[in-house]
């Protein structure tokens, strides 16, 4: 009789120990499908990345983008930053400047899954592209568009 009183009992604990595992699994999966999504990108600040504020163009780059180094050799050659300041954040080995670059596509209303450099973000609007980014730097700068 003791035998069969011991086997209830683990039964017992085991059918317990179970159903405190269920409970917990589902409580934590139950709160997880009503957490809101932090990563949400219905509605973007510019001011959430410090230098999407700024009053200066930002170019965003790859450094071994050809389409990049064409914008570069333009910009040497016409002496833009002597005219001009431009911030210059390369994204291909930067997350940062790549996540502030996705931040600036975002504040376009630019669908982030097919952003591409030669990127500017300058006076709230994104210049996509060497021959925007070269028209718009050329327009501040008072040069005559050349490429």
């Known amino acids: 009789m003791k035998f069969f009183y ?3 009992n683990k039964k017992i604990i085991t059918f317990s120990a179970i159903l405190i595992v269920v409970f ?3 409580f934590v999966i139950w709160g997880s499908k009503n ?3 932090t990563s949400s990108s219905s509605s973007i600040n510019p001011s959430k990345v410090k230098s999407l504020s700024s009053n200066f163009p930002i170019y965003f780059y790859g450094n071994t983008c050809p ?3 064409n914008v570069e050799q333009w910009m040497k050659k016409n002496n833009i930053e002597k005219k001009i300041k431009v911030i210059k954040k390369e994204v291909y080995n930067n997350k ?3 996540q502030e670059l996705l931040e600036a596509a975002k504040s376009c209303g630019l669908s982030t899954d097919r952003i591409g450099v030669p990127f500017l973000y300058a006076d709230e609007k994104c210049f996509i592209g060497t021959p925007d980014v070269i028209g718009f730097l050329s327009q501040k700068a008072g040069i ?3 490429q």
Request: proline content about 0%.
């Open 6 to 8: 011991f086997m209830n």
């Open 24 to 26: 917990i699994l589902g």
């Open 35 to 37: 957490k809101k999504n």
């Open 67 to 69: 389409h990049c180094a």
């Open 96 to 98: 940062e400047n790549a």
């Open 144 to 146: 005559e568009e050349k």
